[in-house]
DNA sequence: TAATGGTAGGGGAGGAAAGTACCGTCGTAT
DNA sequence: TAGTGATACGACGGTACATTCCTCCCCTAC
């Protein structure tokens, strides 16, 4: 049965010294990160401790929250003993790293609906009991797999002591709280209510037809209720919870156990000792794939043949495990263990032991929920292995995929597959990185670049099959690969903290830290929100609100006066605008006083809003978004006070990502108000925001001028040249940077008192020089202090987009410099010059020239059979296609359709990134027609248009950094000599006349057109013979440094000096040059054998 | 089905519509 | 094969192309 292949030589270890000899051990450090860890190294965690139930509390830290129905075991105390009831699981880990399963029972799931005033005294128990009948007659009750029934409605209760949450309430208000028997039910009975089908005594009148409260994920209902937060320490006290018997478990952890009520469930708060992360086992893994004909694996057809493995402890240095799994032989890897196997179903079940054996709490790679995952899912039912795919903490549970797709207009829309894996995280670096970055590209070869800073190579499929097919050396190159694909993950992971970032983040909002993969800025502002409500005795409604779809009036943007300003430039802004408007003013839905009320109140106790809005003063009743406001401001604070105390620059950038991410969780909470296909939309609030900003930022700028002018004795009148939202950029008209500072702390401190607390305006910059294109288009010299500028800012313009190509980027970049820093106009201008006639050269990098553009929307339009055929004219499309389709053609849209029919499976998809040139095609082509892959226009030496980047890509973004600064910079950029001489193209000089096209050779002295096709030289350059030819040997030899320079480079990146280059990175730009370098000296070496054979 | 923070704004590209230059045809005056 | 006046000129319609305006789309600043 076992078809393990035993290792070769003795031990199956490699030393470290038979490495060396073997290849460079610097380039491939990262195998050899720790101990050795070739041979079998114990891989379980740390036995678990004997527990005294009785006497000692238990303690765990929680990571997954989720339940699961059952008729719940004989051993808890339960009503309906004999129904399917929902049990809640928390999976968690100790402090010794020792792994947990808690079921907690007993609590049920429920909802509230309003009691119409005039019926709300009149209940009686009877009355409750009676609507409890007539709920369950309307439910339609449904029946577990394991044929257990269930009760739709347990109880009805009436509650008295409750308020909405909507609108200011002086009184409580009267609720019935329906406990239902499944989560399920709830959403059931819910739309029972919405629809007005409950009717008691006679009539729909009693109940209000919206309910509240009804739309919370269970386990999160769980959560909030008892003051659990995501990635929290849990604690159970000595003698209320129950460890099980082994024959009563039901997941493989090391603990499992019991409480009986819900309520002994305990979340110690997150400072001190339990402010820390328990030691998390982190798993990260890739697979290798190999599939036929060049093809793009398939599940269904295509083995797995390789996985790797690196296993963490979260806090350690050093990984305990680094191995790799593959299909037939390997030769050893230092320091990492090899396991071969014969077939693929042993090698599968053989890793899936290794999982569960491993017992992670994380699991991470790269596109592991969307690729590897689903593939190893499908390849084992394609195999028949029905009882495989049990990766997490419950026995007996196997993970299946689900298709999803997540829509937001911050994130764009993305196609996603669910995994379930109970009691583990998926932690997915790609989904990670995806959130939280910008990127021209998220391939783990660009993102490790970016971050790490080392390349990865990337090997094309049809490579990979060819060295699994080959020899245990080749499988040992896969090998190394597959470990680094590994390993980069676990890397980026540490690197840019995302354990302890998002763990921060799941304790802050309180959602379980899964969701910050999954799910968006909603629910967090709705967890908080909850919770907030239930402290004060406050009840959300959950109402289908009609929708508008009309947008609502944001914020100013001051009419910028554009130009070029070598005077400095202060920047005031107001720090967390519009939380500081909620927390300043008190808006929130529980302060909101709607226009029919106003008059029943005292006017000094209202607020009206500048968009004539009512709420209630803080005096009266302090609103819940405001406390909301609080806390995440407090935790931004924190976090930015961490910021100002580090100085490695990484580090800085890491933790400006999570004050930044929590700045946005505090903005969306004002979002979430004015979300109109929203949990809880309401306009007033979300509208009074921003009305009071737009009036804000007049007033500071009438403020500032009234103040700082001549009149009032300062030396020059100051003029507000922009401003944006929260901004005002101040030209004081000082010379110096230390008087513009001096103004500006002086201004801000001046406009700050005629707000409302806690409003403040900051002076944070100045800008010197400072180029003002547009609104939201600027670049400036960026001073925080009086000796010394910090940094070039650019707002908006190309440097900072990821729409345009790296060459039209760094050339800007370029040019900001000399024009900001050296203040060198025309340094600049002939830069530009040259870089221009550089481009019409080919000597421009075309990993330089390569855009890319985000695929937005779905491209494929659904290929029904029925609708293929479609005749004669259709103007329009089909009305159907209308939501989420393309209308208009775009370059990169139709290149990623072209791509597809080339290749289905490695076709960009909704959500990624296409990369294309554009090459030369007949006069008048649209962009579209002249898009194209890079790599396929590297393998198939097609033309690039490089008057297409003139025109089209370096133009405008030039002419807008120079016309403020020259008069004439169209003439001065784009009509010079630099932009004659044009590169032409071998191609270009045969003439078009298909197969009678002949090359025309030319002299290599003079370029003139050669008469005679065998001649090399032309009868004038004769005489030259010699020098030229010593030239071209000289030119020769620059070319081979070159491409060897190259070629060492990137065995550099794939660790090997004695393996061949087997990378075809679209990312990376050295395999631009490479192939360029290649082209290069294999027609130089042309050219010299004719010179020879001459 | 369930779930999806907000608005303002620049700028590139495609495409429809309106404009125009050019050309050939046709009717008519001479 | 039969029947034919030649020329100039403006109106008219079709076509190819340039221009303008609008919309879509991406991505950014707040
Ligand atoms: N993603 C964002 C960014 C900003 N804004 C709104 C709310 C902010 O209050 C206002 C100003 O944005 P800033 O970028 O200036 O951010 P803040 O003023 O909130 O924070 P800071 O203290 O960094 O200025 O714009 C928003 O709604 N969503
Ligand atoms: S081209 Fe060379 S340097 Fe770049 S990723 Fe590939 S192997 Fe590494």
Known sequence: MESRI?????????????????????????????????????????????????????????????????????????????HDTPIIRMFGITKNSNSVALHVHNFTPYFYVKINTQYAPTLTPEDLLAIRDVLNKLATPQTSLEGAPSIPVKAVELVHEKASVMHYQQDKATFIKIYTGLPRYVNQLRTLFENGSVSYRGSAGMFENVTYESNLPYALRFMI???????????????????????????????????????????????GEYSKIAPLRILSFDIECSADKGKFPVAQTDPIIQIANIVKVHGDTE????????????????????????????MLQAWRDFVLEVDP?????????????????????????????????????????????????????????????????????????????????????????HFLGEQKEDVHHSIISELQAKNEFTRRRLAIYCIKDAYLPMRLLEKLMCLFNLTEMARVTGVPISYLFTRGQQIKVASQLYRKAAEHDLLIPVDKQHISGDKYEGAVVIEPTRGYYTDPVATLDFASLYPSIMMAHNLCYSTLVPPHKVKFYKQEDLIKTPNGDVFVSQKVKKGLLPLILEEL?????????????????????????????LKISANSVYGFTGAQVGQLPCLPISSSVTSYGRVMI??????????????????????????????????????????????????????????????????????????????????????????????IDAKGIETVRRDNCGFVKETVQSCLNMLLIDRDASKALDYCKGVISDLLQNRIDLSLLVITKGLGKKTESAPKPGEAAEGGDQKKPPAAAAAGNYHAKQAHVELAERMRKRDEATAPTVGDRVAYVMIKAAKGSKGYEKSEDPLYVLQNGLPIDYQFYVEHQ????????????????????????????????????????????????????????????????CERCQTKKKAIYIERKQEMSVYEKNYADLWVQCQRCQGSLHEDILCSSRDCPIFYRRVKAKKNLEENREILERFLDW
């Open 319 to 346: 990984p305990l495990v680094r191995n790799v799994f593959t299909l037939g032989t390997c030769a050893p890897i230092v320091g990492s263990q090899v396991n071969s196997y014969r077939n693929e179903q042993d």
């Open 225 to 271: 209720d008892n003051e659990i937060v995501g990635m929290s320490w849990i604690r159970v006290k000595a003698g209320r919870y129950r460890l099980r018997e082994r024959s009563e478990r039901n997941c493989n952890t090391q603990y499992e156990i019991d409480v009986q009520d819900f309520n002994d469930v305990e979340c110690l708060p997150c400072d």
């Open 954 to 1017: 370096i133009k405008q973004p030039l002419l807008r950094i120079f016309e403020p600064v020259f008069s004439n910079a169209e003439e001065k950029l784009f009509h010079g000599e630099h932009t004659r001489n044009i590169f032409v193209p071998k191609m270009a000089t045969t003439s078009g006349l298909g197969k009678f096209a002949v090359v025309k050779k030319t002299c290599l002295g003079c370029k003139n057109v050669l008469a005679n096709n065998t001649d090399v030289l």
């Open 633 to 661: 401001i407090a935790a931004r604070k924190r976090a930015r006070q961490e910021l100002a105390k580090t100085t490695d620059p990484f580090q800085k950038a890491v933790l400006d990502g999570r004050q930044l991410a």
């Open 6 to 82: 035993a290792p070769k030589g003795t031990g199956g270890a490699t030393s470290i010294d038979e490495f060396i000899e073997d290849v460079d051990v610097e380039d491939k450090a990262f195998l050899i990160e720790g101990r050795d860890l070739s041979g079998k190294t114990n891989i379980r965690r740390p036995p678990a401790p004997q527990v005294n139930a009785k006497e000692e509390d238990f303690i765990f830290m929680q990571i997954d929250t989720d339940y699961y129905s059952q008729v719940a075991p004989g051993f808890i105390k339960n009503e309906n003993a004999q």
């Open 361 to 449: 709490d994380i699991i991470t790679g790269y596109n592991i929920v969307n690729f590897d995952f689903p593939y190893i899912i499908n390849r084992s039912l394609a195999l028949h292995m029905n009882k495989f795919a049990m990766f997490g903490r419950v026995n007996g549970t196997y993970s299946k995929i689900k298709n999803n797709t997540f829509s937001s207009k911050a994130l764009g829309t993305r196609e996603t597959k669910d995994i379930n894996i109970e009691g583990r995280v998926q932690f997915d670096m790609l989904q990670v990185i995806l959130r939280e970055h910008k990127l021209r590209s998220y391939s783990l070869n660009s993102v490790s670049a």
């Open 698 to 791: 007049e007033a500071t700028k009438e403020y500032v001028l009234k103040k700082y002018n001549k009149a009032n004795g300062y030396q020059f009148d100051s003029q507000v040249i922009y401003g944006d939202t929260d901004s005002v950029m101040v030209k004081f008209g000082v010379p110096t940077i230390e008087e513009a500072m001096k103004l500006g702390k002086e201004a801000a401190d001046y406009v700050t008192q005629y707000f409302v607390q806690p409003i403040k305006l900051e002076f944070e910059k100045v800008y010197c020089p400072y180029l003002l294109m547009n609104k939201k288009r600027y670049a400036g010299l960026l001073w925080t202090k009086p000796d010394k500028w910090d940094k």
